[in-house]
């Protein structure tokens, strides 16, 4: 059974402090994603990677970082979170590059920045 | 801009078959998916359209009109468990995924 996992369901965080949000997969796929999903809004990308050591810049990347150490590990970080940052994380992977790759989801991490 | 329309609640009743539309501006068009996501967990994949027409898959249809921007996902003999959000995207000319907001589907006995 293929599986994304991500490190917490729930996260709480105080405004300024350093977050680390983990998502590893199983299914040897090479791209990873990041998401975060609000209410009301689509599903928006932050950062993506398509191979080890190698991430893309999403449509809001701004006060995000990533990292891709391993190809089953995809990291994002929060540098100083915000309360603007108050969302549900969602973590994908998918194989295949340019053409039909569906994409399979993590169960998501809410974080509540304070 | 890219823009990707989808009703934001929807009711029905068990038994009984639903609609749920989904028309999309985007910068090229590479496909269609359709994932359902049950609240509070992950979106799961249901369907892919690259081609105009009709796909199904057991209880679940969806159609894709190109010229027209427009799909729709067709859910028959609605059970309870088909409660959830369905998520409509479009992967544009970058190969990139554009979501919609979501249709959240309420089913009544």
């Known amino acids: 059974d293929v599986k994304v996992t991500q490190s917490s369901r729930y996260l709480v965080k105080r405004t300024g402090e350093k977050v680390f949000l983990e998502c590893v997969q199983d299914?040897?796929?090479?791209?990873m994603f990041w998401y975060r999903q609000d209410p009301g809004l689509g599903l928006r990308l932050i950062y993506f990677?398509?191979?080890?050591?190698?991430?893309e810049k999403g449509d809001i990347p701004e006060g995000y970082s990533v990292s891709r150490e391993k190809k089953e590990r995809f990291s994002l970080i929060l540098e100083s979170a915000s309360t603007n940052q108050t969302s549900m994380y969602l973590c994908a992977s998918s194989s295949g590059w340019r053409d039909y790759n569906e994409q399979f989801f993590g169960p998501g991490t809410r974080l509540t920045v304070l | 801009g890219q823009n990707i329309d989808q009703p934001t609640e929807m009711t029905a009743t068990e038994g009984a078959i639903v609609q749920i539309n989904c028309t999309y501006q985007?910068?090229?068009?590479?496909?269609l998916f359709w994932y359902q996501q049950h609240a509070g967990e992950a979106p799961t994949f249901l369907s892919y359209?690259?081609l105009d027409g009709l796909e199904e898959k057991g209880r679940f249809s969806s159609f894709l009109s190109r010229s027209k921007g427009y799909s729709y996902l067709l859910l028959k003999e609605l059970q309870m468990k088909d409660s959830a959000s369905y998520l409509c995207a479009v992967m544009d000319s970058n190969y990139q995924l554009i979501w919609g907001a979501g249709t959240k589907l309420i089913i009544k006995p």
């Open positions: 359209n690259v």
């Open positions: 299914m040897d796929h090479e791209n």
């Open positions: 990677s398509y191979d080890v050591k190698m991430k």
């Open positions: 985007t910068s090229g068009f590479n496909g």
